[in-house]
Nanobody, 123 residues
Framework: VQLQASGGGMAQSGGSLRLSCVLS????????MGWFRQAPGKEREFVAA????????RYADSVKGRFTISRDSAENTVYLQMNSLKPEDTAVYYC?????????????????WGQGTLVTVSS
């Protein structure tokens, strides 16, 4: 299984970005999918997750109401729509796949990771 994330870049505070992550080499509909981020000097942290069916989504408190995770099985892609961006959202964002299917908030639940895409938000 390989994950390819894209869509990072620079945005101003209050702006929006949409991240995409394509899964290949596996059956996309079997996997729960998650987004995590890591800021310089900090540990990787949970951002959002979605179950294999799309029926359950989870968000970190810091992004709830601003970010939306979704998935498109026809495209084998999971998205992270990020609105009302803040400078503290600046980080490398990673997508991950969980064969357990539930869309866990825990890093250790994910077997496959993408390469990361950098998001920089200026004030």
């Amino acid at each position: 299984v390989q994950l390819q994330a894209s869509g990072g870049g620079m945005a101003q505070s209050g702006g929006s970005l949409r991240l995409s992550c394509v899964l290949s080499g596996g059956t996309f509909s079997r996997y729960g999918m998650g987004w995590f981020r890591q800021a310089p000097g900090k540990e990787r942290e949970f951002v959002a997750a979605i179950s294999w069916s799309g029926g359950t989504t989870r968000y970190a408190d810091s992004v709830k109401g601003r970010f939306t995770i979704s998935r498109d099985s026809a495209e084998n892609t999971v998205y992270l729509q990020m609105n009302s961006l803040k400078p503290e959202d600046t980080a490398v964002y990673y997508c991950a796949a969980d064969l357990g299917g539930v869309g866990s908030t825990l890093t250790m639940s994910y077997q496959y990771w993408g390469q990361g895409t950098l998001v920089t938000v200026s004030s």
